[in-house]
Every structure is written in C-alpha cells, then in structure tokens.
C-alpha cells in the first residue's frame, strides 16, 4: 500500500471550488480544476509516495514489473498499461457532445490512422490508440448530462411543441419513421448542414424555447439546456443534436454507464468516473475541435430508450458495485454511517485504486501495515499486496471509490 499524489487537469470547464475543497486547499482554486488523474495515463501518471518521502512515477514503476504490480492475467491482458484511469470530474460549463468507439473500432481506425502516417497528436487523429473507451460516472453531487437518444416518440412530440415553422420538415420526417433509422436521418441531415443554415435556424429555436420555458410544460428542462448550450456554443449544430438525447439528472452515489458509440455530454456536477485507459474520443459537437462527421456516423449507436441509472448493488456490508460489460475496469462504492465502525475486507488478483471523498479511514494490511486516507488521498494497492481491511476513522461518515480492473467478457 502506498500513498498516491495525482495531477489536476485545469481544463476552462471545470470548478474553481469543488476539486480544491476536496483535497483540502484553498477555494477558490486560482483557476479551473476540471479532473483529478488517478492512475497511470502517459499524459499525467500519478505518482507513488513512499514512507521516506520518495517518490516515483507509478507509470515508471508498471514498466519496472509489470506482473508484480499489475497481476500476471491483467499484464497479460494488457501488457504493462493500467487498463483503468479513476478521475475526480467537476464540470461547471458543459464539456463536447461526443462518442466513444468500440474496441473492433478503436483497433481499425488506429490501424487505418497509422497506415496514413497521421501524427498521433494530430487535430484530426480520430484513434491516437488501439483501445476501446468506455466510461462510468458516479455521482458525488447532483450531476447534469446528456447520454443517449431518447423514444423517438417522445423527441417528435418535443420538437412538435416548439412550433418552428422552419423544422416542420425536420418533425415531419421522426415522426414518419420514429426509430433508429429515423434518428440516423435527422441526425445526420442536423450534423451536416451548412453554417449559413444553421444560423438562420438556431436563433428561431432558442426563441421559440424562450417561450416554452415561460410555460414551463413537459420539456421545460430540455428547452432550459438548449438555451444554455445555444448561449455557451452560438452557431455549433450540437446545439440542435442535444434535442435527440436523454437529459439526465442523477443523485449523489447514481451513475451510468456509457458503452461504445453512445453520444453524451456531461453538462454540470462533481462525479467520480472510471473508463478505460484510452483517448479515444469523436466529438458531434459543442466544441471548436475537429468533428469527422463520416467516422462519427460510423460509431454512433442510434438505438434509443431511457438511460439506465445505476444505484450499485451491495454485494457485502458497506460495499457496492457499479458493475457493467467493460473489461477494464469496475468501480466500487465502501460507505459508512456516523457511529458505524464495522470494517470491509477488499481483495483483487489485480491493482486496485481507492480515493476517500468523504471522512477519513485506515487500510490495515493482513501483513500488519497501516495506511491513513483523509479526504481527497489515494491509495495504490499492487496485486501483490495482501487484502486489506478498510476502516472508518473517528466513527464515521466516510466513503471510499475503489477502481479495479475487470473480470467480464467482451467491452461494448
């Protein structure tokens, strides 16, 4: 077991408040603190702090041996990468509509983009690596998102009600076909239409959801988003595209899950997410970076239907899982009330990562060593280290996320 010092990404989305007060410092934060980095991504590796105040780059010490830290299934799998990346994610504006591919997917376009002899930070590089990217979010506060294309049905009544002479082609064509086909072709007709279009049609729709809001009906909190991303990404088609999707609000300690080729945008909210240690990403829009519309088509999945909303399923006292398909990774949820002291033993083949994010708590090793995690600290826990205990400190609350690498088949 040893203490973990991550990096902060200070992206212009994120919270000058949120990660700041989680890991004790000053708020608010000089500037925006987007995501907190646990783990061993190549663009900002934790590092490992020994007991003497040594330190050394947890991605350093994966190459160094990677079946002792890592397992020999999950290093045999995967090599000597982490398969998993735990992120502290805060959003205060909205982050890009996007897309993530499969790994048949990821595995062909990275191959494709090597053959062309396109540099892996190139603006237009679609698959800067061979991996799948799926993605969990489990929130700590009430947390905002897109994720998904919502009944057809319902999305045709919602563009019926706004009343916009200009998209009653638009309805006309959902609500003669309102499945997944249909949604290709409206998407598509929105994604590709040129700026001097869009122009003209999005400020009618801002205006007409003005006047929706006022009546506050079924859909005021749809109309309410699109204002909100219409004034962050004037003239941006993703604008429009956002009417396709689920507008999904989840609770404190609710997540979802985003498989391969879902379109979603986090809009706002601290969460804890968990994907796969990939860069994969095609945007559909509200960004000013590139979108490769034919590739993005490729990888967009058009079925539809509500957003499954996880609670995690308590599979021992005071410990939750947020399974799902990916083989990367699972996320775990180890809470305690005031006053409960009774402690949760964890043990992987596997690494394992831990953040506390609420209280305090004590890793106690089978080996007898102690390990301390207040507030905002992390934990590496190697595949050679023996199970650990996890114990609330001072009574309680506390709460702990636990990463690990999965154990199921196939990602989506």
């Known amino acids: 077991m040893q203490l973990l010092r991550n990096a902060v990404r200070p992206y212009a989305w994120g919270s000058r408040v949120a990660i700041a007060q989680l890991l004790g410092k000053p708020v608010p934060a000089p500037h925006p603190e987007a995501e907190l980095w646990i783990g061993a991504h190549p663009g900002a590796p934790s590092t490992l702090v020994g007991v003497d105040g040594t330190?050394?780059?947890?991605?350093?010490?994966?190459?160094a041996d990677p079946a002792g830290q890592l397992g020999t299934g999950c290093a045999d799998r995967w090599g000597n990468r982490l398969p998993f990346l735990l992120k502290v994610l805060a959003a205060e504006e909205p982050l890009s509509l996007q897309a993530h591919p499969s790994a048949e997917q990821a595995a062909q376009g990275y191959a494709r983009e090597e053959a062309a002899g396109i540099p892996r930070d190139a603006k237009?590089?679609?698959?800067?690596?061979?991996?799948?990217?799926?993605?969990?979010?489990?929130?700590?506060?009430?947390?905002?998102?897109?994720?998904g294309f919502a009944d057809p049905h319902r999305t045709a009544r919602?563009?019926?009600?706004?009343?916009?002479?200009?998209?009653r082609a638009h309805v006309e064509l959902l609500a003669a076909q309102p499945d997944s086909d249909g949604l290709r072709a409206l998407f598509t007709t929105w994604i590709t239409l040129p700026q001097s279009s869009l122009d003209h049609l999005l400020p009618r729709v801002l205006d007409a959801c003005v006047v929706q809001v006022r009546d506050h009906g079924e859909f005021d909190l749809e109309y309410r988003t699109i204002l909100e991303l219409g004034e962050a990404y004037p003239g941006d088609a993703g604008v429009l595209a956002a009417l396709l999707l689920n507008r999904v609000v989840l609770q404190p300690d609710e997540a979802i899950f985003i498989p391969a080729g879902n379109p979603h945008a986090y809009l706002r909210g601290t969460g804890v997410e968990i994907l796969a240690?990939?860069?994969?990403?095609l945007r559909c829009?509200?960004?000013?970076?590139h979108v490769d519309v034919p590739e993005l088509l490729r990888v967009l999945d058009f079925s539809f239907g509500t957003m499954p909303v996880r609670t995690g399923d308590e599979i021992a006292p005071h410990l939750f899982v947020y399974p799902t398909p990916a083989p990367e990774f699972e996320l775990s949820r180890l809470c305690w009330a005031a006053g409960s002291t009774e402690p949760v033993r964890i043990d992987h083949e596997g690494p394992q990562v831990l953040i506390c994010t609420r209280g305090s708590v004590l890793l106690c090793g089978a080996n007898g060593t102690r390990l301390s995690l207040g507030k905002g600290a992390s934990a590496w826990l190697s595949a050679a280290d023996p199970a650990v205990s996890v114990v609330p400190a001072d009574g309680g609350p506390a709460q702990v996320f636990r990463a690990t690498s999965g154990a199921r088949g196939p990602a989506a």
Request: charged share 20%; aromatic share 4%; with cysteine.
């Open 285 to 289: 829009g509200l960004t000013p970076k």
């Open 158 to 167: 919602l563009l019926h009600s706004l009343d916009v002479p200009e998209l």
């Open 277 to 281: 240690n990939s860069d994969n990403v």
């Open 55 to 63: 330190a050394q780059s947890l991605l350093d010490v994966l190459g």
């Open 124 to 147: 237009n590089r679609n698959y800067p690596d061979p991996t799948a990217k799926p993605e969990l979010i489990c929130a700590l506060t009430e947390f905002h998102a897109l994720a």
